[in-house]
């Protein structure tokens, strides 16, 4: 059974240390692709054996969480919301914090100060016991247990003494509900901060939400972008969104494609182009043919390469993950012994001793090293994406960031793919009307750039017309074709004898017809990409399928040098010198065709041309939507900024912990001001990652 992708639409998960229990469950079902994000309440995963489902549901639900069907008819009850928990909570909370202030007598009283607390307690324990017990039961404890443990302890201790008379040192109430009203601003601050770096695909979902003129019967109908069918025509007017992908059938236009390729210019459009769901028609009015709509749109496959892109891990989260599975227990295991040391050994007293180690659990912050990562690559991923480079997954950004050499195919990358034709040299006796008819009808059945530029170079020429029969690509050779009189011919690149000058080759039945000599300009920019590689300190490598003479004279225009050419490669000799230059350092593909679909995959990233062949973009882990050559630079600047920002943000979260868990355990730091700062290092980790959408990446 074809492995599939599952969406489920959760509630209750609050913070990213639910998210993380949600995820530990699906890896120990086995599952792949995983991508739990608490913001949006969105968990997905692949599958091969659907069978599971209701288990996968029943686990989940096991947690604490509730599976829906429908996220947008699920309105959660007031009480339940973050936000709603904490305002109710610092209304008890702020007259307990005043009490210690003020010198007023009947704040101070035990029994206003239980009435105060045990409010914001019961919600404590609704809302972090609850999660608390779910993971325990799951064995996968979270940081909820800290909290739980540290406030339940401070309130049962002043409750006893509450019941005892035993006085004011008993009183611990204000630290019980300053810790759980802390702890729910910073779940406020971690959700509404993780929505912002989500951003990137809410931006683009927003271009979907779209309504459609639909003209039927001679009239016109206006309907939802998602009810559009195919073969549907639609009109579309000045200022309106294009609501699915489709082909113009009358009508001109100028098309603000911005958000798709990052190209700030403006399109122009004609009868019979093609348009793209959710850009915009800035100038002009078209009737259009929908091709394709729903999840088949160009701009629906961007949005679900992008969600799969998050789930995907870059190896440096695996060290974050793996403390964090640990990290629980052994903050439990420090507490109590911070307590037994302060109790036994220092004699300290049983309410300093316990003070200490409530200060140790509620100070310690897990999710900060569960946010390091994600946060950073969401943020990334949607900064390149509005820079027309769309990447397809979150472990991408790391090899980029370590890459050495970057290989290029020549036709289509680095060159324009429009070709003009320098010379036909016929074989003697052969007329050279057979030889445009051949070629004509043998590259009409191609997509290749070199077949587009051959049929047009040759469309207004005389010429003796041939009916093909069949005709079929071979990768990085050329073109075979039977005409209907069965005579076989072949057009492409062969290995033989001849002048250099000569690109291709015609064979009919096996005889050498014609040579064909094909020139294509350079793209613009292309000499100043390999100048700031080269300054990046990656080496700039040419693999192609062209001829050796002509491989040459593009490396020497554009400054690759001779010992970096590899010519004359077929699609298994381009997987070879992948391999060679992967053994000395990581290595980046970018290509276009369908001969560089197997190097693209086999290098450690490959990047496809948007215009590239569907093989090839399917095969690359990098896009780039525009095909400015400068978006490369711009994916390495992101991809290296985002790693650093990844490092800071795991740095930031070991180094809080380790000098913040041994002050607490020492009695400096009281449970209240671990708690405001634990809420505030989630927030700090997510502040550093967004500042990844403005950062300069020069």
Not at 61 to 76: A, R, T, W, Y
Not at 304 to 318: E, G, N, S, T
Not at 402 to 407: D, I, L, P, T
Not at 448 to 471: D, E, F, R, T
């Amino acid at each position: 059974m074809a492995e599939q992708l599952i969406e489920l639409n959760v509630t209750g998960m609050h913070c990213n240390n639910c998210a993380l229990s949600v995820h530990k469950l699906l890896e120990k079902k086995g599952l792949q692709n995983i991508l739990v994000d608490f913001a949006s309440e969105e968990v997905k995963f692949s599958t091969n054996d659907n069978t599971k489902l209701p288990e996968i549901k029943k686990g989940i639900e096991n947690l604490g969480f509730k599976v829906i069907d429908d996220i947008s008819q699920h309105q959660p009850p007031f009480y339940q919301k973050i936000e709603n928990k904490f305002i109710f909570c610092t209304a008890f909370t702020v007259p307990l914090l005043l009490g210690m202030l003020l010198s007023w007598h009947f704040l101070h009283q035990p029994i206003v100060q239980l009435l105060l607390c045990l409010p914001v307690f019961i919600v404590g324990c609704l809302h972090f016991g609850k999660s608390a017990w779910s993971s325990v039961k799951g064995g996968m404890p979270n940081m909820d247990v800290l909290i739980f443990i540290g406030s339940t302890s401070a309130f049962v201790y002043s409750l006893t003494g509450t019941i005892k008379n035993s006085g004011m040192q008993y009183q611990f109430y204000e630290t019980c509900a300053t810790i759980i009203t802390l702890v729910l601003l910073g779940n406020v601050f971690e959700k509404r901060s993780v929505t912002q770096t989500t951003s990137a695909v809410k931006d683009l979902i927003k271009f979907q939400l779209s309504n459609a003129n639909r003209v039927i019967n001679g009239g016109i109908e206006v309907i939802s972008a998602k009810d559009v069918r195919p073969g549907d025509t639609l009109l579309v007017n000045q200022g309106d969104k294009i609501p699915v992908d489709g082909e113009i059938l009358s009508g001109n236009a100028s098309v603000d494609e911005a958000m798709l390729t990052g190209e700030s210019l403006p399109v122009e459009k004609e009868k019979y182009d093609k348009v793209i769901g959710g850009t915009t028609l800035l100038t002009g009015n078209i009737h259009m043919l929908a091709t394709k709509v729903g999840s088949n749109t160009i701009l629906s496959q961007i949005i679900d390469l992008m969600k799969k892109a998050q789930a995907a891990k870059p190896p440096i989260q695996k060290l974050g993950d793996r403390v964090a599975s640990i990290f629980v227990p052994a903050v439990l295991g420090i507490a109590l012994l911070t307590f037994i040391i302060n109790y036994y050994a220092a004699h300290a007293g049983i309410q300093h001793s316990l003070m200490n180690a409530i200060a140790v659990m509620v100070i310690s912050c897990p999710c900060a090293m569960g946010l390091a990562t994600p946060t950073a690559v969401m943020v990334g991923l949607g900064r390149a994406a509005k820079n027309g480079v769309l990447i397809k997954g979150g472990d991408t950004i790391e090899a980029v960031a370590n890459a050495k050499y970057v290989v290029f195919d020549k036709t289509g990358t680095l060159t324009t793919g429009k070709f003009s034709i320098n010379e036909i040299k016929a074989e003697p006796g052969v007329d050279i009307e057979q030889v445009r008819g051949a070629i004509i009808a043998i590259e009409e059945r191609s997509n290749h750039p070199i077949a587009k530029s051959l049929v047009h170079g040759l469309k207004n020429l005389p010429k003796q017309k041939i009916i093909l029969k069949v005709a079929r690509e071979e990768r990085g050779l050329g073109m075979r074709a039977e005409d209907v009189e069965g005579n076989n011919y072949f057009l492409g690149t062969a290995k033989h004898k001849q002048d250099d000058h000569f690109n291709l080759s015609l064979y009919k039945n096996q005889k050498l017809l014609a040579q064909i000599a094909i020139d294509d300009e350079i793209k613009s920019g292309t000499t100043l990409l390999i100048a700031q590689l080269k300054k990046m300190d990656l080496v700039p490598v040419l693999l192609s399928g062209d001829k050796k003479e002509r491989c040459l004279k593009v490396a020497a225009q554009i400054g690759i040098s001779i010992k970096d050419i590899h010519a004359e490669k077929l699609p298994d000799e381009k997987l070879k010198v992948i391999d060679i230059y992967k053994q000395k350092g990581k290595t980046i593909m970018i290509g276009d065709g369908i001969n560089d679909a197997p190097a693209l995959t086999k290098a450690d990233v490959g990047i496809s041309m948007n215009d590239a062949s569907h093989v090839a973009i399917q095969s690359a882990s990098v896009v780039l939507l525009n095909t400015d050559l400068q978006s490369v630079i711009k994916f390495l600047q992101i991809s290296k900024h985002t790693l650093l920002t990844i490092k800071q943000n795991l740095f930031w979260a070991f180094a809080y912990n380790i000098v913040a868990i041994p002050v607490a355990a020492m009695g400096l730091l009281n449970p209240m001001l671990g708690a405001f700062t634990m809420a505030f290092s989630d927030v700090v980790v997510i502040g550093n990652s967004l500042r990844l959408k403005k950062k300069k990446v020069d």
